[in-house]
């Protein structure tokens, strides 16, 4: 007997700050194209972790976005990457942090998850185990763009900075996707360049399960973006899916951990979230947010949400 087939849906973001009217088609058109790359492996019958894989690795090559090429530097002028992707099947997660000079971390936190008995690789390790599978390594410069080459050397004159008043006020975001298959399985995917004049070996959310990250095939399958020590503090992620489990809507459940986060930890972010039953959300306590998402039809559907005048501002949902 072949199994239950279900509607096959995904949803991706681009970071959840005070997006620049100049700059809201790029991020439009990037969600847009990962959201895409995304639906067509579910659409062809393809798995919830290979579309979040795939949609996150075409956000990581646009320079448009905080992740992979166009990431912002630390505060010795390099570029350290964190990512993470999780099965809501057998809640296997692989991660890694501040790694150098790879263009797709994500592929490397699958790898964790699948060749390693690991789940978070950090630094010179995870750099010798994708050495190890032959990944590709480029030089720091192919990352940066001329603007975050001149961002940071604009914070590097401040004697004291503060990153966490950057998402309501300044650049580019996280990036994230998550997925659910025909086949009723769930994935989430996160990746990062992290916050702009980092200390040296600083980790945010993204690479932590249950706080910028988490799927479970019972629940749903979340990815998170903004401040990571907030969304840390918190366990974002996690705490979206627990108010889930008490009965609440999906767009209700985001909102109602964004706005805990905010109240509890003066926290700033966003995330999204897809559920078994093929219904969607969306929130975000930040200026703007930047989405897209595919359901029925393969029809994808981008923008940028304004809070909170925005329909979206309250969350979104997308039935089978």
Known sequence: MSKKKFQPVIVVHGGAWDIPKSVWQAHIDGCRAGCSAGIKILQSGGSALD???????????DPTFDAGCGSFLNENGEVELDASIMDGKNLKAGAVAAVRRLLHPVSLAR????ETEHLLLVGAGAEKFARKLGMHFCKTESLLTGRELAFWKKLKKKREFDAKPLFSGHPKGTVGAVALDSYGNLAAATSTGGTPRKMAGR????PIIGAGTYADNTLGAVSCTGWGEGIMRIGLA????NYLEKGLSPSTAVKNAIEEMRKRVDGYGGAILVTPQCKIGLYHNTPKMAYAY?????????????TPSATLGTGLTLSS
């Open 51 to 61: 579309a979040v894989e795939t949609a996150v690795r075409k956000l990581e090559a």
């Open 111 to 114: 790898k964790i998850m699948e």
């Open 203 to 206: 980790v945010g959310d993204t």
């Open 238 to 241: 996690k705490r979206v899916l």
């Open 294 to 306: 595919s359901g029925k039809n393969e029809e994808v559907k981008a923008g940028i949400d304004l």
